[in-house]
């Protein structure tokens, strides 16, 4: 069955909250982010659907004083839906999501060690700027990517 790409509902918060908590760190309770997250950002909150389950999502945000400047926020896929498209799917969805209401380009944070991920943002267009030891505390390592979204949309680099 093909998968969907749609808006985040109410309805969805048990399942994001489920696959938040399969893929955080143990002890994270994602249920009062992926909650605000639904009102904050309920236009760049995008969930992946298969078959009437919710297999994925992704949250995508403009910087509130440079609003030409999207994050992906997060951006996760259950794991026996990973290697299908769906991640690219989802990133596909929010940078056009970001891109329509004003971004130039988009950034996001990917730990070093997640080379799937990095590679997906990589096939999508996104380059490495920096990188930032203890981003998220002592750890919390981060490469942060950034794509211009003022080239060809859509393009993905095969590199």
């Not at 659907?49 to 992704?58: A, F, I």
């Not at 060690?113 to 002592?138: I, K, M, S």
């Amino acid at each position: 069955m093909d998968p969907m790409i749609r808006g985040y509902r109410d309805e969805d918060y048990p399942a994001v909250c489920a696959l938040e908590r399969e893929n955080s760190p143990e002890g994270c309770k994602p249920e009062v982010f992926i909650r605000q997250a639904g009102v904050l950002f309920a236009d760049t909150f995008l969930v992946a659907e298969c078959g009437g389950k919710v297999v994925g999502y992704t949250i995508g945000a403009l910087v509130q004083h440079r609003p030409a400047t999207g994050w992906i926020v997060r951006l996760v896929v259950a794991e026996r839906y990973r290697r299908r498209g769906l991640g690219g799917n989802l990133v596909a969805a929010v940078t056009g999501s970001l891109r329509e209401r004003g971004a130039g380009e988009v950034c996001l944070s990917v730990a070093p060690g997640n080379h799937g991920a990095r590679g997906l943002y990589e096939r999508h267009g996104f380059r490495e700027t920096d990188f930032c030891p203890a981003y998220f505390g002592e750890g919390g390592d981060r490469h942060i990517l950034r794509r211009d979204l003022a080239g060809r949309e859509g393009l993905i680099n095969p590199d």
